[in-house]
Every structure is written in structure tokens, then in C-alpha cells.
């Protein structure tokens, strides 16, 4: 059974800094992984998305590093701003024909102080 | 483009009385469509996912159901909510090309809370 893991559960951090958001999954056979924002009360908006064979995705201030053989994913937030505070939560897909379940960590939510 | 609606935004109901939460998507056929709930302080919980009309898997027993009558329509229904089904519903879709799928969207969410 696949497990995701997102370290830390919360970090707060000065406008402007850099950033790693942390996840870990146990099943290293995945079709891909996509990261999400959630505001609070709201759906989730989907930031990036890493096929299995890809090693990076970029989009902006965000890039999203995939180590499939290590079960890892990070998630860099350049030049951090206010508004990027949300929740952020990494997703997984395997491999299951007809079954497109993610797999969902429980998130870091972040907190940029202005 | 593609959008997926999701109605109501929150909603309070007493205990034992029934429930229906709507989920449409325009702008794309066929797509898998799925029911998550997030309870606070966990995760995305798979309620549901259905791959076609009237094909239903469910991931989880419990006292909710979910049908497709159309092929963008998914409908998460209940006929006596418990306390426990309190919770944030979440509406996705996902592209399917060949076998797999390529990325999720999801809508806006309903807070439920069971009084």
C-alpha cells in the first residue's frame, strides 16, 4: 500500500527566502506526481506535475524535483512571498489501469511572514 | 477550456436527514471523476472514482453513495448522515489518455458539517 509522508507538517519562513517542501513516498512505482495548493476552505489548485520519467518540473518561482528510486519528491520555492502561504500537499499515482487514485501526504502548510 | 463546478459551498444538516452533492465538469468527455473527503487535521481520503456512466468503485465502506447519471455529472448522495460524515468534500477529474491518467483537477470543495 502506497504511503505518502510530507516533512514538515508547518514552517514559517521570512518573505523573500527560499524554500524546500519535503515528500516521501514508500512504492516506487509511480506513474506520476503532482503537487497542490490549498487555501484554506478552498479546493485544491494543481501546481506541477512530474511524469515518472521526468526529473524536474519548473513553473515560475516553483520546481519540483522527482528521485523515483528514492521515493522522494522536493518542492523549491523561490524568493518566497505572502501570498504563497497555503497548504501544500503532494499526490501520487500508480500504475493501476482504471484506477487513477492519488495518493495524498497530509501536507505542510506554509507561512511566509511579510 | 475545462472547468468543474461543485455546489453547495457549505451546508448544515441535522443528523439522519439525507444528503446530495453535485459535481459537474465542462469542457472535456470521459473524464474519471472522484469524491474525497478531507477531515481536519488529515488528509485526502478516495471515497469514490468512476471511470464511465453508471461504473462506480467505492474505496471506503461507509454510508455515503455516488452515482454517475451522465457522463460529466458525478452526484456523492447519503440517504442519514451521521455526525461523522462531517468533513470538506472534494469533486476531481482526471484526463484519460490510453490507460493512465495524466493530471487532476479538483473544484472548490463543500464544508458539511452533520448537527
Known amino acids: 500500500k502506497q504511503e505518502v509522508t510530507q516533512i514538515p507538517a508547518a514552517l514559517s519562513v521570512p518573505e523573500g527566502e527560499n524554500l524546500v517542501l519535503n515528500c516521501s513516498f514508500t512504492d516506487s512505482a509511480i506513474y506520476n506526481l503532482q503537487w497542490f495548493r490549498q487555501d484554506p476552505g478552498k479546493g485544491l489548485t494543481s501546481l506541477l506535475l512530474i511524469q515518472s520519467s521526468q526529473r524536474e518540473q519548473t513553473s515560475g518561482r516553483l520546481n519540483a524535483s522527482l528521485d523515483k528510486s528514492s521515493g522522494r519528491s522536493t518542492l523549491y520555492i523561490a524568493a518566497s512571498q505572502p501570498g504563497d502561504s497555503a497548504t501544500y500537499l503532494c499526490?501520487?499515482?500508480?500504475?493501476?489501469?482504471?484506477?487513477?487514485?492519488?495518493?495524498f501526504g497530509t501536507g505542510t502548510r506554509l507561512t511566509i511572514i511579510p | 477550456s475545462q472547468t468543474i463546478h461543485q455546489w453547495p459551498a457549505t451546508l448544515v444538516q441535522p443528523v439522519g436527514s439525507p444528503l446530495s452533492l453535485e459535481c459537474t465538469v465542462e469542457?472535456?468527455?470521459?473524464?474519471?471523476l472522484y469524491w474525497y473527503r478531507q477531515a481536519a487535521g488529515r488528509g485526502l481520503q478516495l471515497l469514490f472514482y468512476?471511470?464511465?456512466?453508471?461504473?462506480i468503485s467505492s474505496e471506503v465502506p461507509q454510508n455515503l453513495s455516488a452515482s454517475r447519471p451522465q457522463d460529466r455529472q458525478f452526484i456523492l448522495s447519503s440517504k442519514k448522515l451521521l455526525l461523522s460524515d462531517s468533513g470538506f468534500y472534494l469533486c476531481?477529474?482526471?484526463?484519460?489518455?490510453?490507460?493512465?491518467?495524466?493530471?487532476?483537477?479538483f473544484g472548490q470543495g463543500t464544508r458539511l458539517t452533520v448537527v
Open positions: 468512476s471511470v464511465g456512466i453508471g461504473q
Open positions: 469542457g472535456t468527455s470521459n473524464p474519471n
Open positions: 499526490a501520487v499515482r500508480g500504475f493501476n489501469f482504471g484506477n487513477e487514485k492519488l495518493t
Open positions: 476531481a477529474w482526471s484526463v484519460k489518455l490510453g490507460g493512465g491518467s495524466i493530471e487532476a483537477f
